[in-house]
């Protein structure tokens, strides 16, 4: 069964770092690209960023280019991202999601998400 | 960047109502675009997968349809479990993986 585990997340200050990672199971993990999604209270989903297989390509969302690195350990099958100079509107619920092989690829698999407040 | 527009953002309906969400993209998307149910405190379920694939458990009545720019999901007889948001979201081409902003579904 496929498991992914978000931790990492809580209370920050503004200007802040936060690290989540995200604990990966019952699948190979080297074989996929893996993402961030979040979600703020009570609003949309936003797609944050993602990594291929190797950790050769990262892209991210203009809100966040130059403030988050996502990165993985495939030997560890785990998937990280380092937030940095972190700003209330960060505040929301990570997801780690793991799209599906292929050219029309979807979202199959979700953690349970982690919470991110960013307040003073 | 790709702009992905939901509408409506909010609506209300009854069970055995037929219901329609749009989903408009800014510039054409072939059939990359998935849909997704989320219900309060949990993650999001894929339901529809480039623009007109049910997935596998996903009921009958739930369809796909469109490509280029428009998009829709329709509900033909709704359920009481099918009250929930849902979201659309662009796979084309490269990053960013936009969403729509989602169209919450109550019950009237």
């Known amino acids: 069964e496929v498991q992914l585990v978000e931790s990492g997340g809580g209370l920050v200050q503004p200007g802040g770092s936060l690290r989540l990672s995200c604990a990966a199971s019952g699948f190979t993990f080297s074989n996929y690209w893996m993402n961030w999604v979040r979600q703020a209270p009570g609003k949309g989903l936003e797609w944050v960023a993602n990594i291929k297989e190797d950790g050769s390509e990262k892209y991210y969302v203009d809100s966040v280019k130059g403030r988050f690195t996502i990165s993985r350990d495939n030997a560890k099958n785990s998937l990280y991202l380092l937030m940095n100079s972190l700003r209330a509107e960060d505040t929301a619920v990570y997801y780690c999601?793991?799209?599906?092989?292929?050219?029309?690829?979807?979202?199959?698999?979700w953690g349970q998400g982690t919470l991110v407040t960013v307040s003073s | 960047d790709i702009q992905m527009t939901q509408s409506p953002s909010s609506l209300s309906a009854s069970v055995g109502d037929r219901v329609t969400i749009t989903c408009r993209a800014s510039?054409?998307?072939?059939?990359?675009l998935n849909w997704y149910q989320q219900k309060p405190g949990e993650a999001p379920k894929v339901m529809i997968t480039?623009?007109?694939n049910l997935q596998s458990g996903v009921p009958s009545r739930f369809s796909g349809s469109g490509s280029g720019t428009d998009f829709t999901l329709t509900i033909s007889s709704l359920q009481l479990e099918d009250f929930a948001t849902y979201y659309c979201?662009?796979?084309?081409?490269?990053?960013?993986?936009?969403f729509g902003q989602g169209t919450r579904l109550d019950i009237k």
């Open positions: 510039q054409s998307i072939s059939s990359y």
């Open positions: 979201q662009k796979t084309y081409s490269s990053p960013p993986f936009t």
């Open positions: 480039a623009a007109t």
């Open positions: 999601a793991r799209p599906t092989v292929g050219a029309f690829w979807y979202y199959d698999s």
